[in-house]
């Protein structure tokens, strides 16, 4: 039987955000971030989880796979995997994965199907690949990229740098399949003890995580600076990032710095006397980063004439920036990868690997992120039968979900919502969120205390009606992957008060029928009732958890939080009178549980 499809499969591999993305025919068929299948936040490691997780999707095995791209920042795949023969790095290989690793058809492979690019190179491709344009220009900017010396794509002279220099920030122009480097912007070694070499590195990404670390005491609490920098007060804290005549400069950071947020179980983080000084180095490092990508972006527009831009790496997940970006820069179209971060680099890889070694076309646009596998109805029963959920719940199938969800909504109720293939990328974006009325400022305080349990001036986003957004938010640029901040017309403001932050912005997701029906049906049922076609979207999940993935995973969140109603495609479930009794129980059985599932894995 003659072979139907041509597959290529992307890889991020061992650091943080480990993710596989498979391409059946140059179309995206599936993606997954390891996280959401380990329950492990940013999950590490080897990548057989992802790679099972795609192509039982697909319903293939890997000896139907064309070709395998894949891509580590800390070194190339094949010299990584080398390493990890003779040297213990827990961090990246675990103890509990290193006897399987080895029987990966894979690991240490020698395959001519198997290759390995650079860092930026993925992100770029990344961006640019799926992107709706034919031609225009690509913004890669985040933490830290590929060694010099590990750089696969030629890059202009003038931006060379020492062998060990490590990539901050990547520029290219494209057009069809053809991509060529602008720029580079590279971070020399800075002395250092232990892991901390790379909070010293004097780029905007590694600047930005420094300051997380400082503040939150986790470098990769970048979101939660951003929610805080509007609580700051401006200019009291020195400038950490100076552009002069296209040079980015980075000021040592000193002792002047001397309230860092010490994790010790003793002083609160929310109740610290250093919290304005944080407020105010929050405002700093978000003012002086906007400034720094706004003067790059409108370097590229001037240099190169283009109309499009594309943007790619962790920094592209600054909303606020990107807001910034969008209006200010003169560029046409603004167009963002949903998966900016290092998850999104396995579609970098595969699309590499389709467009510059297979030397195919480009004919796929990402206009929506909804690529995990869709669970049947069966999996949806199997998890609200299970004994412990069924007596404490009750399941019944609507014959109008979005109509039946919208009223309850109405009624200050939070859902549960988990329809199709979940999302790849940080951002829920309607098919595993939670779901709230925006219209009461006291919605805000009953997620987080039921659910999030996150830190009270973090906001909430809204999703919108696509046609309508213009009408209650300010800016013309569409915003369906939630990655643009955009103010709120004053008009709206009390009307719908739980998504406003304190500066008056939003982080906006706009939601079209084409691209997600079954949201869409919602929201003009929420709008019918309301007159508000706006709901409130946050993540499927608790502080420090991944979004769910699976019908059993939403049901144990729901059971587990204040969560009111659980949507499970056409399935309601609600709690009953029993889940009093049993829910502490299956609580403290999901505590042990979790103790014995990571004891067992760390021996």
Same mark, same amino acid.
């Given at each position: 039987?003659?072979?139907? &499809?041509?597959?290529?499969? #992307?890889?991020?591999? $061992? +650091? *943080?955000?480990?993710?596989? =993305?498979?391409?059946?025919?140059?179309?995206?068929?599936?993606?997954?971030?390891? /996280?959401?299948?380990?329950? /492990?936040?940013?999950?590490? #490691?080897?990548?057989?989880?992802?790679?099972?997780? =795609?192509?039982?999707?697909? #319903?293939?095995?890997? +000896?139907?796979?064309?070709?395998?791209?894949?891509? =580590?920042?800390?070194?190339p795949v094949p010299d990584m995997e080398e390493r990890l023969v003779y040297q213990d790095m827990p961090g990246f290989l675990p103890e509990y994965e290193r006897p399987?690793?080895?029987? *990966?058809?894979?690991?240490?492979?020698?395959? +001519?199907?198997?290759?390995?690019? %650079?860092?930026?190179?993925? &992100?770029?491709?990344?961006?640019?690949?799926?992107?709706?344009?034919? /031609?225009?220009?690509?913004?890669?900017?985040?933490?830290? #990229? %590929? $060694?010099?010396?590990?750089?696969?794509?030629?890059?202009?002279?003038?931006?060379?740098?020492?062998?060990?220099?490590?990539?901050?920030? %990547? $520029?290219?122009?494209?057009?069809?399949?053809?991509? !060529?480097?602008?720029k580079k912007v590279w971070m020399e070694p800075d002395r250092g003890f232990l892991s901390d070499e790379f909070y010293n590195m004097p780029g905007l990404g590694a600047l930005y995580s420094r300051a997380s670390s400082y503040i939150f005491g986790d470098w990769n609490k970048c979101g939660e600076l951003m929610g805080l920098a509007p609580y700051g007060r401006k !200019?009291? @804290?020195?400038?950490?990032? /100076?552009?002069?005549?296209?040079?980015? &400069?980075?000021?040592?950071?000193?002792?002047?710095?001397?309230?860092?947020?010490?994790?010790?179980?003793?002083?609160?983080?929310?109740?610290?006397p250093s919290m304005s000084h944080w407020e105010d180095l929050a405002w700093r490092v978000q003012d002086d980063t906007e400034n720094v990508l706004l003067a790059r972006a409108r370097w590229l527009r001037e240099t190169t004439g283009a109309k499009n831009l594309t943007i790619a790496g962790g920094v592209a997940l600054n909303c606020v920036a990107n807001g910034r970006v969008a209006r200010e820069a003169g560029f046409e179209n603004v167009w963002i990868q949903p998966a900016a971060g290092d998850d999104g680099i396995a579609i970098g890889c595969a699309y590499y690997g389709w467009l510059e070694i297979l030397k195919q076309r480009r004919s796929f646009v990402?206009? *929506?992120?909804?690529?995990?596998?869709? $669970?049947? +109805?069966?999996?949806?029963?199997?998890?609200?039968?299970?004994?412990? @959920?069924?007596?404490?719940?009750?399941? @019944?199938r609507s014959d109008n979900i979005c109509r039946d969800t919208a009223k309850l909504l109405a009624d200050q109720k939070v859902i549960g919502w988990f329809q199709g293939g979940s999302e790849f990328g940080p951002r829920a974006l309607g098919n595993r969120s939670l779901l709230a009325d925006p219209r009461k400022p006291e919605m805000k305080d009953i997620l987080n205390s039921r659910v999030k349990h996150r830190q009270p001036f973090r906001p909430f986003a809204p999703i919108v009606l696509a046609e309508r957004a213009r009408e209650i938010f300010e800016g013309e640029e569409d915003s369906p992957f939630m990655l643009i901040a955009k103010s709120v017309r004053p008009e709206w403001r009390d009307r719908i008060p739980a998504i406003v932050h304190v500066d008056g912005t939003a982080r906006v997701q706009t939601v079209r029928e084409q691209t997600n029906p079954v949201l869409y049906r919602l929201l003009k049922e929420f709008e019918a009732l309301t007159g508000v076609p706006v709901l409130i979207n946050t993540s499927f999940n608790v502080k420090g958890e991944p979004i769910v993935e699976t019908p059993r995973d939403a049901v144990i969140c729901f059971l587990m939080t204040g969560i009111d109603h659980l949507v499970l495609h056409d399935t309601l479930v609600s709690k009953n009178a029993l889940h009093r009794v049993f829910g502490p129980l299956v609580e403290g059985y999901a505590d042990v549980a979790n103790m014995v599932r990571w004891g067992t894995r760390s021996g």
């Amino acid at each position: 039987m003659p072979k139907q &499809h041509t597959y290529v499969l #992307g890889l991020n591999t $061992y +650091d *943080h955000d480990v993710s596989a =993305c498979l391409l059946r025919d140059g179309a995206i068929a599936f993606a997954i971030a390891k /996280e959401r299948i380990t329950r /492990e936040k940013h999950a590490s #490691g080897f990548y057989r989880e992802v790679i099972d997780y =795609c192509l039982d999707a697909e #319903g293939i095995t890997l +000896d139907d796979v064309d070709l395998i791209v894949r891509n =580590c920042y800390i070194l190339p795949v094949p010299d990584m995997e080398e390493r990890l023969v003779y040297q213990d790095m827990p961090g990246f290989l675990p103890e509990y994965e290193r006897p399987e690793a080895p029987k *990966h058809p894979l690991y240490l492979s020698k395959s +001519d199907k198997v290759v390995s690019i %650079s860092h930026h190179l993925a &992100h770029a491709y990344s961006a640019f690949a799926v992107s709706p344009f034919e /031609e225009g220009v690509v913004m890669i900017v985040d933490g830290v #990229g %590929s $060694y010099r010396s590990d750089v696969m794509e030629p890059y202009p002279a003038a931006d060379a740098a020492t062998p060990l220099a490590r990539e901050s920030e %990547s $520029y290219y122009k494209f057009s069809g399949t053809k991509l !060529e480097c602008l720029k580079k912007v590279w971070m020399e070694p800075d002395r250092g003890f232990l892991s901390d070499e790379f909070y010293n590195m004097p780029g905007l990404g590694a600047l930005y995580s420094r300051a997380s670390s400082y503040i939150f005491g986790d470098w990769n609490k970048c979101g939660e600076l951003m929610g805080l920098a509007p609580y700051g007060r401006k !200019e009291k @804290v020195r400038h950490l990032l /100076e552009l002069t005549d296209g040079t980015l &400069h980075v000021p040592h950071w000193t002792t002047e710095f001397n309230h860092p947020y010490i994790i010790d179980g003793g002083e609160k983080w929310e109740t610290s006397p250093s919290m304005s000084h944080w407020e105010d180095l929050a405002w700093r490092v978000q003012d002086d980063t906007e400034n720094v990508l706004l003067a790059r972006a409108r370097w590229l527009r001037e240099t190169t004439g283009a109309k499009n831009l594309t943007i790619a790496g962790g920094v592209a997940l600054n909303c606020v920036a990107n807001g910034r970006v969008a209006r200010e820069a003169g560029f046409e179209n603004v167009w963002i990868q949903p998966a900016a971060g290092d998850d999104g680099i396995a579609i970098g890889c595969a699309y590499y690997g389709w467009l510059e070694i297979l030397k195919q076309r480009r004919s796929f646009v990402m206009d *929506h992120s909804y690529v995990g596998k869709v $669970y049947p +109805d069966q999996d949806i029963e199997k998890a609200t039968q299970k004994f412990l @959920v069924r007596i404490q719940t009750t399941a @019944v199938r609507s014959d109008n979900i979005c109509r039946d969800t919208a009223k309850l909504l109405a009624d200050q109720k939070v859902i549960g919502w988990f329809q199709g293939g979940s999302e790849f990328g940080p951002r829920a974006l309607g098919n595993r969120s939670l779901l709230a009325d925006p219209r009461k400022p006291e919605m805000k305080d009953i997620l987080n205390s039921r659910v999030k349990h996150r830190q009270p001036f973090r906001p909430f986003a809204p999703i919108v009606l696509a046609e309508r957004a213009r009408e209650i938010f300010e800016g013309e640029e569409d915003s369906p992957f939630m990655l643009i901040a955009k103010s709120v017309r004053p008009e709206w403001r009390d009307r719908i008060p739980a998504i406003v932050h304190v500066d008056g912005t939003a982080r906006v997701q706009t939601v079209r029928e084409q691209t997600n029906p079954v949201l869409y049906r919602l929201l003009k049922e929420f709008e019918a009732l309301t007159g508000v076609p706006v709901l409130i979207n946050t993540s499927f999940n608790v502080k420090g958890e991944p979004i769910v993935e699976t019908p059993r995973d939403a049901v144990i969140c729901f059971l587990m939080t204040g969560i009111d109603h659980l949507v499970l495609h056409d399935t309601l479930v609600s709690k009953n009178a029993l889940h009093r009794v049993f829910g502490p129980l299956v609580e403290g059985y999901a505590d042990v549980a979790n103790m014995v599932r990571w004891g067992t894995r760390s021996g």
